[in-house]
Structure formats: structure tokens, C-alpha cells
């Protein structure tokens, strides 16, 4: 008969400090790039050299493309953090349930 072991987290941070980590991480990520977002489509308003608006042109499309993902990224790990920290998730993986001030 097979041994049915239940899987350990093999890092030394906790499943629930990571998922929350990575939250931030990409919300943060999300700000920054709307930031960055902002001072180029100021540029873009205030040039009217048709070299300069294609190069901002093109930095924009690469910074909508990352805000699109780490949109996705926040909303995915987002869930992923609520359920994880429900009663039931803190009890099966052992943690202890940290409360906010």
C-alpha cells in the first residue's frame, strides 16, 4: 500500500507570508508602472516632435502591456490572500492567525 504523506512548503517563509508578500509586491508594482504612466502621457502632451511622440508612443504600449499584467497578478493573488487567511487555511497549514491593528 502507498504512503499518502501530506506535502510540506519547502521554503522557509511561510505559504501565507509569501502570498501576502507577493501581493503587495504587485499592487506596488501596479502603482509604480501607473506612475510612470502618467509622466509619459504628460511628455507626450507637451512634444510635438513626431520622433520623440513614436519613442513615447512605443514606451507607453510597454508600460499599458505591464500595467494589463500586474492588474491581473494583484486581482489573482488578491484572492489567493483572502482565502488564505480564513480560519480554516491558518488552522491546515499550521499558522498562527495574526490580527491588524
Known amino acids: 500500500m502507498m504512503e499518502n504523506k501530506k506535502p510540506e512548503f519547502g521554503l522557509e517563509h511561510s505559504v501565507i507570508s509569501i502570498v501576502s ?13 501607473k506612475i510612470a ?6 511628455k507626450l502632451e507637451s512634444t510635438n516632435d513626431e520622433q520623440k511622440q513614436a519613442e513615447l508612443e512605443a514606451k507607453l ?3 499599458n502591456e505591464k500595467i494589463d499584467y500586474f492588474h491581473v497578478l494583484n486581482n489573482a493573488i488578491s484572492i ?4 488564505l487567511h ?3 487555511m491558518i488552522e491546515e497549514l499550521g499558522e498562527k492567525k495574526t490580527t491588524s491593528i
Open 21 to 33: 508578500e507577493l501581493h503587495s509586491y504587485f499592487r506596488d508594482l501596479q502603482s509604480f508602472y
Open 37 to 42: 504612466q502618467g509622466d509619459i502621457v504628460s
Open 61 to 63: 504600449k510597454t508600460i
Open 80 to 83: 489567493a490572500d483572502v482565502v
Open 86 to 88: 480564513t480560519e480554516a
